[in-house]
């Protein structure tokens, strides 16, 4: 192995039976640890103290559980959206419109209502990194969106109902719809501008009612009640909904 490949950060390497994996350099991480995701596909953490190298010999005593796992995997991926020139898709105040151009890159433009996607016209509509790109500029509708709406859907249920707060953040979770600091701070996904109405302000209210009660005791629940009806109720309807876009 090349003292220039133990100085990269990342590299793909096709391993037999497997495909292609990422293999990415983690300060973080205390061990090996392998993730096998739709769109993403599988990637290796590797620490400091493994070279990729070694990383790459411990990946075949793993291929049975990535095989096992990659099926899962593709049968998720069957179910993605593919975003076309006939797909009719808006966030709260945003048409999706598909646009080709004669550069080789792609950008988005959200403006007047539109999440304009503008791709390359020699490729498909359909290549993977062309609906990758669909899907970020979604999100990132979905990120301008919350900026906007949210915090004002704060201060308004906070002044309805007498709730006091320091500040709202909009984050990109990937495992919650919100949560409340210690200090009343109120962070908010991103993606609650996908949610119905009625869930979206539960999931405010949830929070709202955390800068009283810090946790999901009988007084919690009794609170949040009194403040948006069937609480339990809007919490079961809300596990149906995935975070990430699908």
């Known amino acids: 192995m090349s003292s220039s490949f133990l100085r990269l950060t990342s590299v793909n390497l096709h391993i037999d039976g497997i495909g292609k994996v990422l293999f990415e350099r983690s300060d973080k991480a205390k061990r090996l640890s392998i993730s096998v995701r739709p769109l993403k596909g599988v990637r290796v953490a590797v620490p400091p103290h493994i070279s990729f190298e070694k990383a790459e010999q411990l990946i075949y005593t793993k ?3 990535i095989k096992e796992h990659q099926t899962r995997m593709q049968q998720q991926e069957q179910q993605v959206t593919v975003y076309d020139h006939n797909s009719e898709f808006s966030t709260k105040y945003h048409a999706l419109r598909l646009l080709t151009h004669a550069r080789y890159d792609m950008r988005c433009v959200i403006q007047n209502g539109h999440i304009n996607v503008f791709y390359p016209a020699f490729k498909e509509v359909n290549d993977p990194d062309v609906q990758k790109f669909i899907r970020k500029s979604i999100e990132e509708a979905y990120r301008k969106e919350a900026k906007q709406y949210l915090p004002e859907r704060v201060a308004y249920f906070a002044d309805k109902f007498g709730f006091e707060y320091q500040s709202v953040f909009i984050k990109n979770a990937k495992s919650r719809w919100g949560s409340c600091s210690h200090t009343n701070n109120i962070n908010l996904n991103l993606h609650l501008m ?4 009625a869930l979206c302000d539960y999931v405010i209210l949830h929070e709202l009612a955390h800068t009283v009660e810090k946790n ?3 007084r919690f629940w009794s609170l949040l009640d009194s403040v948006c009806g069937n609480a339990r109720a809007l919490d079961k309807k809300l596990k ?3 975070i990430s876009i699908f």
């Open 216 to 218: 999901h005791g009988p």
């Open 194 to 197: 996908r949610l119905p109405d």
């Open 240 to 242: 149906a909904y995935r």
């Open 63 to 65: 291929a049975d559980w």
